[in-house]
């Protein structure tokens, strides 16, 4: 009985899982790096593709008043449907967008929505990531402006 009890409790968990799938990063061929952006990043005066993994109601307009008010500088809020097709130079041009930042979320144990960023310089497919960049839209832009 309690092996049949595991396993139920094991298919729900792998079922709410993958209910709450997000579109990773295609990183394949790009390089990883353990930072939260190039060294001259704060200084790029383009405009920022800002590509979140999830749709929920609002998001884009949550994050686009959350990127006016901590960024400063032009960027662009797709929708979380442009994310596989995003990525290339079909739909949004590496010349106008040369960086993207890749929002993923997650729901915690006790319930708050963690999210996790990645800065992708899609000219040369390099990702920039790092561990401590901070669980909230507004800490992780501060510190990518530093």
């Known amino acids: 009985m309690k092996k049949f009890k595991f396993l139920i409790l094991l298919f729900l968990v792998i079922s709410i899982n993958s209910s709450f799938a997000q579109m990773t990063i295609p ?3 790009g390089t ?3 930072e939260i952006a190039p060294k001259d990043f704060k200084n790029y005066k383009g405009s920022v593709l ?3 993994a999830f749709k929920a109601r609002g998001t884009k307009k949550w994050l686009t008043k959350q990127f006016q008010k901590n960024y400063g500088k032009p960027f662009f809020v ?3 449907s442009d994310v596989s097709t995003g990525y290339g130079d079909d739909k949004y041009p590496i010349e106008t967008y040369k960086y993207m930042i890749f929002i993923q979320s997650s729901k915690s144990f006790s319930g708050n929505t963690e999210y996790s960023f ?3 310089d899609r000219s040369t497919n390099t990702v920039y990531y790092h561990p401590s ?3 909230m839209v507004k800490k992780y832009l501060k510190k990518l402006m530093k």
């Open 118 to 120: 990645q800065l992708v």
């Open 32 to 34: 990883m790096v353990r």
């Open 50 to 52: 800002v590509m979140p």
């Open 78 to 80: 797709a929708d979380v």
């Open 27 to 29: 990183t394949s061929d």
């Open 133 to 135: 960049s901070g669980n």
